[in-house]
């Protein structure tokens, strides 16, 4: 049963992205590039259809109705409204034929109030935890807000490093692996995590260099909001740290930089996030990107053997 889920899955995936993908070079559907950005194959990026997250939301749906009980609603609820989100600022990118679409500050609200809303639903629930083991009398003080931050940070990480062909649904795909080690696999959890991987993998089918589609902030947030849950609904919050061991490395080389600059008026890295950085140091976007999966692979892997000895 469960190979003929990943088997449908997958070949689902694959067959709706590509008539997606049709789709959207028909109506002209992609992303102006930011003119502070990279600047490397402009042309080619700029005419790659860039909505090919709403394949998440579409699969992710499915996958939530087959699957229908109350964890599976839950569960599902956090990627699926976290990909609306991006799909809000993707799709106001295409009507105004910018690079800027939900404003900023008004798509970090929309994020903290559906992770605040949702942890404690899982709280409540009575399956939120750090870590099995690691009991504090001001459990709930501690836990919620650890939990909320590390979910919101997980989703904007995600999407941080979606910034080159195949890195974040690559990194994903890692991150799926790692994570076997690292929850119980019991029967919801072997069918979600199958399910992600398919519907990942179908994706990754047309996101390699050079890609035929981009995920967007849709398949962004949609990704990052599933490693989230995987981790927070099984009561191992801190799995987050390993699983999301490159993510957490992007998005703090972020932070860097612009702490740097608004601080010390310089620069740490070439370019932030930290991917365009080695871009900028003239190594080939492939080159980047499969280093990056080793590093993670490598570090989610140790990270998660320090966490299982703990």
Not at 5 to 22: E, G, N, P, R
Not at 96 to 124: M, N, P, Y
Not at 224 to 232: D, R
Not at 290 to 305: D, E, K, N, Q
Request: glycine content about 10%.
């Amino acid at each position: 049963m469960k190979f003929l889920t990943a088997v449908i899955f997958f070949a689902l995936s694959v067959i709706l992205q590509y008539y997606w993908i049709k789709y959207q070079r028909h109506i002209h559907l992609t992303q102006q590039q930011k003119w502070y950005g990279i600047n490397i194959d402009n042309e080619i990026k700029a005419a790659t259809p860039s909505m090919g997250g709403v394949i998440f939301l579409l699969t992710g749906f499915l996958a939530m109705l087959i699957e229908f009980s109350v964890d599976g609603l839950i569960f599902w609820s956090l990627p699926i409204l976290s990909g609306l989100i991006g799909f809000i600022d993707d799709w106001l990118k295409f009507r105004t034929h910018t690079s800027e679409g939900f404003r900023s500050l008004d798509k970090l609200k929309a994020q903290l109030i559906l992770c605040a809303v949702w942890v404690i639903t899982v709280f409540v629930r009575g399956t939120l935890g750090l870590w099995p083991g690691i009991f504090m009398n001001t459990y709930g003080l501690i836990c919620i807000p650890l939990s909320f931050l590390m979910t919101a940070g997980t989703i904007n990480a995600v999407n941080i490093t979606d910034g080159l062909d195949g890195l974040a649904g690559g990194s994903f795909l890692i991150s799926l692996a790692v994570i076997m080690i690292l929850i119980p696999l019991n029967g919801f959890n072997s069918r979600v995590m199958i399910e992600l991987f398919a519907m990942t993998a179908g994706f990754m089918f047309f996101n390699t260099r050079p890609a035929k589609t981009f995920m967007g902030d849709t398949g962004s947030h949609f990704l990052g909001g599933a490693l989230a849950a995987l981790c927070v609904m099984n009561g191992r919050t801190l799995a987050v740290i390993p699983a999301g061991f490159i993510f957490i490395i992007d998005m703090l080389s972020s932070a860097i930089q612009i702490f740097t600059i608004r601080k010390l008026g310089k620069k740490i890295f070439l370019m932030a996030p930290l991917h365009h950085h080695f871009q900028k140091m003239g190594l080939d976007e492939t080159n980047v990107t499969i280093r990056f999966w080793l590093v993670h692979a490598t570090g989610a892997v140790m990270l998660s053997l320090l966490l299982i000895e703990i």
